[in-house]
């Protein structure tokens, strides 16, 4: 496993209170693969990438767990050392972190020659490649970031995390302010690199689609929680919590004679009130009274889900199919 993340828990200080937007999250990266994190939003998923990273606001703080890189326990002066030249990190919205101000060429000459240790020669032939290898023209290197369009902006930013070939790139939800061509080809563009550079890669998104497309394993997030994990394909054919049956029902499939889209009701709880049990209860239409008190982890075979009914998850997962179903409240009907 390139990366560890073991019992992970990120608080942040707010007006109300302390919201764990992280709590006790657990996830293994393995070496050459692409793993999803998929949730709503809210549920936790650009806090851990960016704890991750060692990026996170002046008002969080990682409160517990800990994270473990190429068998390296993380602090805060390894991450350090580590961040852009091992670690790189594709923000959501590129254009806010591209300088309006300076070309995008002399952007990516100053992190070659100040994180790097390229001459400044070097340093544009290397932006040259760069542009190149995400399909970019040499030529555009000598504009600036409002002169490129949405998609080759996150161009832009793909080639400048990518620029001290690092071995591990966190990517947060790179394709969501994107028209959906547009994201189908940022989306091969991130799958063509990962193969020719041997990649890992963490991909932030609340979107089911991209991460059938993309990944090669998924994390389910929910209120600062991992509660599925496993192959993206052996997960989205048979999810085994409640909240990713939700959220496979949620998303058009082209293959389904089903037209109705079936949301799921209701909002994630407020981080900063004290929680117990599965956090999904309140919109689970399977929930039943010992759901509140606690939550068990099950699974084998790489597929763990934490939900109490794992074992019914074959007869729970037919009646998620059933819009009827996720009309009731999580009144304990179904003990």
Not at 12 to 30: E, H, I, N, W
Not at 138 to 166: C, N, T
Not at 174 to 190: E, G, H, N, S
Not at 298 to 311: F, I, K, L, P, Y
């Amino acid at each position: 496993m390139i990366l560890e993340v073991d019992k992970l828990q990120i608080h942040y200080s707010t007006r109300s209170g302390v919201a764990r937007a992280v709590d006790g999250a657990s996830f293994v990266v393995p070496e050459g693969r692409i793993v999803g994190l998929v949730g709503e939003s809210g549920c936790g998923k650009t806090t851990a990438v960016r704890a991750i990273m060692g990026v996170l606001a002046e008002n969080g703080r990682q409160a517990g767990g800990r994270v473990v890189f190429k068998g390296q326990t993380m602090d805060e002066a390894t991450t350090r050392r580590l961040r852009w030249r091992d670690i790189a990190y594709v923000p959501q919205s590129a254009m806010s972190s591209l300088d309006p101000v300076y070309t995008v060429g002399s952007q990516l000459v100053e992190v070659l020659t100040k994180r790097g240790t390229h001459s400044r020669a070097s340093a544009r032939a290397r932006s040259a490649e760069l542009f190149d290898l995400v399909g970019l023209s040499e030529r555009r290197l000598a504009d600036y970031p409002h002169q490129f369009s949405g998609g080759m902006r996150q161009r832009a930013a793909i080639a400048m995390a990518l620029a001290l070939e690092p071995s591990l790139l966190l990517a947060d939800e790179p394709v969501t302010a994107l028209d959906v061509i547009v994201q189908r080809q940022i989306l091969d563009v991130l799958r063509s690199l990962q193969q020719r550079l041997h990649l890992s890669m963490v991909l932030v998104t609340h979107d089911i689609s991209v991460v059938a497309y993309l990944c090669d394993e998924v994390v389910v997030m929910y209120a600062g929680q991992v509660v599925e994990s496993g192959p993206v394909r052996e997960v989205l054919a048979r999810p085994r919590h409640p909240y990713t049956m939700g959220l496979r029902n949620a998303f058009p499939d082209l293959l389904s004679d089903a037209l109705e889209l079936v949301p799921i009701a209701g909002s994630p709880p407020d981080l900063s009130e004290p929680l117990s049990g599965c956090r999904f209860v309140p919109r689970c239409p399977f929930a039943q009274p010992a759901c509140s008190i606690d939550s068990v982890v099950t699974g084998s075979d790489g597929h763990r889900s934490a939900c109490r009914r794992d074992a019914e998850a074959d007869t729970l997962r037919t009646a998620a199919l059933d819009p009827r179903t996720w009309q009731r409240s999580s009144s304990f009907a179904m003990s």
